[in-house]
């Protein structure tokens, strides 16, 4: 990739220029650099509540909140407290301690799991659970969605083949094929296809995982066919070959309700990968199911999986307490925020005749620039008909008018319950303008 020249007249454009000395693209994850919406990425100084201060000085309502874990806010003043005297007592043991089976069961109580094991990272808590759900089922195979991320584990940078059921192929250089050789790659939303590949394979699969509801291809939810919801559907399909279902919450857990999208569609998987949240905007992750599968894991069972910083008390109080804070009155509010934005997204649009879908999976929503032909976006092959230049032009007038919305077209956005009237103002006010650019390309 060519990356854009850019000027250096921003504090921002010149700690990009700097930052792209020593860092790959100056950034330490793909999409924060800007390439798919063009321009500088803003370096943000510090937050607070709904705010984040970039190094000029702007304040931006953030409508990422860190791709999701910040759901009191930025800098919440009793997160704060408790990271601090957890930091006081040192920041790392290597060793047991009694605060991370309190968030251990905070997230068993509040989740179908019976036991959870704490990792860093929900592609940590992704790998690990496959790994689990072979080892278990002795099988290899593994089947996913395409526009389904569940973080940058090799198996599941896959492609899909050509055809339905077909073995997928290798979605980034560095991935072997021998390693994709055992994912299948389906259509989200298509049950036809799930039941051609578990038709044709289902001997061999060890495990079906899926986002609860998808985030990361823009907010796709799951189905409804005949009063059976897909998780449900898949759930089942999955017991019927002696395959796992494992439902990825790293995105929606703890966000969409205090459970997650199992607080939704009720369905129990049987295994359940959490992340974001639940670290309260450190690297915290958990994988987890119920006792008898997870008594599998070393040290009682044979799979192993294992972590320096896996616990760390830092994090584990930070998760803690973002858990305990989050009360119905939370999830209430932002509900009625996403609402209200939603509501208001879609009017400017309509207003400016743009072309759109607006789907959410709870609290979380994205705004599809699709054909006026399409109504609803069910899966990654519709998402992709996106007018992306149209998300930009709307993606740089709202930056130029205070509010930051997600680099990219795929992405969901979110919102916490620091996000008042006068931040959600600010985004209301930006809509026509942004609205009007988009209508421009
Ligand atoms: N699963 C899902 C559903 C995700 O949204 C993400 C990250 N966006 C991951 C897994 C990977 O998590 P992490 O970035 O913490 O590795």
């Not at 930052?19 to 999409?31: H, K, L, W």
């Not at 966000?255 to 450190?282: C, Q």
């Not at 649009?349 to 959410?360: F, G, K």
């Not at 006010?429 to 650019?437: G, I, K, N, R």
């Amino acid at each position: 990739v060519q990356l854009p020249e850019t000027s250096v007249d921003t504090r921002s454009a010149a700690a990009f220029a700097r930052a792209r000395e020593v860092i790959p693209g100056g950034v330490n994850s793909p999409v924060r650099a800007f390439l798919s919406v063009g321009g500088t990425p803003r370096f943000i100084a510090r937050a607070q509540g709904p705010y984040l201060y970039d190094v000029d000085g702007n304040e931006l309502v953030d409508l990422i909140c860190s791709w999701g874990p910040m759901l009191l806010g930025h800098a919440h003043p009793e997160v704060l407290g408790a990271v601090a005297e957890a930091a006081q007592h040192g920041t790392s043991y290597g060793a047991p301690t009694q605060a991370e089976v309190d968030l251990a069961a905070a997230i068993v109580d509040r989740t179908p799991v019976e036991m959870v094991r704490l990792v860093n990272s929900g592609t940590e808590a992704t790998m690990s659970v496959l790994r689990l759900a072979r080892g278990i089922t002795g099988r290899d195979k593994i089947v996913k969605f395409a526009g389904c991320y569940h973080g940058h584990v090799d198996s599941l940078l896959a492609a899909a083949g050509s055809g339905v059921a077909t073995l997928a192929i290798p979605g980034t250089p560095g991935v072997t094929e021998s390693t994709t050789a055992d994912t299948i790659v389906l259509q989200y939303n298509d049950r036809a296809a799930v039941r051609e590949a578990f038709a044709t394979y289902g001997d061999s699969i060890a495990c079906l995982i899926t986002e609860a509801a998808c985030g990361n291809m823009g907010v796709v939810p799951p189905g409804v066919e005949d009063g059976v919801g897909f998780n449900t559907f898949l759930s089942d399909i999955c017991h019927a070959h002696g395959a796992l279902f494992i439902s990825d919450e790293v995105m929606t857990g703890f966000r969409v309700t205090a459970s997650g999208w199992h607080g939704v569609d009720g369905v129990v998987p049987d295994l359940m990968t959490f992340g974001k949240v639940m670290g309260g905007g450190f690297p915290a992750a958990a994988f987890g199911g119920r006792a008898e599968l997870m008594h599998s894991l070393a040290p009682v069972g044979g799979v192993y999986q294992a972590g320096t910083l896996s616990g760390n008390p830092v994090a584990t109080s930070a998760g803690l307490t973002t858990l305990r804070l989050a009360t119905p009155e939370v999830y209430a509010h932002v509900d009625r925020a996403s609402a209200l934005l939603q509501r208001e997204v879609h009017d400017a649009l309509d207003a400016a005749s743009v072309p759109h879908v607006i789907q959410s999976a709870g609290n979380m929503f994205s705004v599809f620039f699709v054909g006026e032909d399409v109504d609803a976006v069910p899966d990654y092959a519709t998402a992709s008909t996106q007018v992306t230049t149209r998300y930009s032009a709307f993606f740089h007038s709202m930056l130029d008018h205070g509010v930051y919305l997600p680099p990219s077209a795929y992405e969901s956005w979110f919102l916490s319950s620091a996000h008042d009237d006068r931040a959600l103002d600010r985004v209301v006010s930006a809509l026509p303008a942004a609205a009007a650019a988009a209508a421009g390309v």
